[in-house]
């Protein structure tokens, strides 16, 4: 059974920042791309980012490119999210997510597993 379990969320002021993370288990972590979503009130959720199994490909929303940036390490079967210049507009639960798909998707839908989320806020 795959679990992925995020952490490092929290409040912040905008122009702050914040790292999250999510540990994997369940199955061979360093196979899988891994990806980020967010989800605001009212809005469907959304891709942020995604890392291939070795770390080597990497594909953003337009709405994060330059702020944020993912990275994994395959040894503690985890995968990052840092987070910098953050904006109110990226209020929202974070969700990690793993995929088959040895690419760098960015639908909702190539991704087989999911994290609970993680809450973050940015105020203004």
């Known amino acids: 059974q795959v679990q992925l379990v995020e952490s490092g969320g929290g409040l912040v002021q905008a122009g702050g920042s914040l790292r999250l993370s999510c540990a994997a288990s369940g199955r061979t972590f360093s196979r899988y791309t891994m990806g980020w979503f967010r989800q605001a009130p009212g809005k469907e959720r959304e891709f942020v980012a995604a890392?291939?199994?070795?770390?080597?490909?990497?594909a953003y929303a337009d709405s994060v490119k330059g702020r944020f940036a993912i990275s994994r390490d395959n040894a503690k079967n985890t995968v990052y999210l840092q987070m910098n210049s953050l904006k109110p507009e990226d209020t929202a639960v974070y969700y990690c997510?793993?995929?088959?798909?040895?690419?760098?998707?960015?639908?909702?839908?190539?991704?087989?597993?999911w994290g609970q989320g993680t809450q973050v806020t940015v105020s203004s």
């Open positions: 997510a793993q995929s088959r798909t040895p690419v760098v998707p960015n639908r909702r839908y190539d991704y087989d597993y």
């Open positions: 890392i291939s199994w070795s770390g080597g490909l990497t």
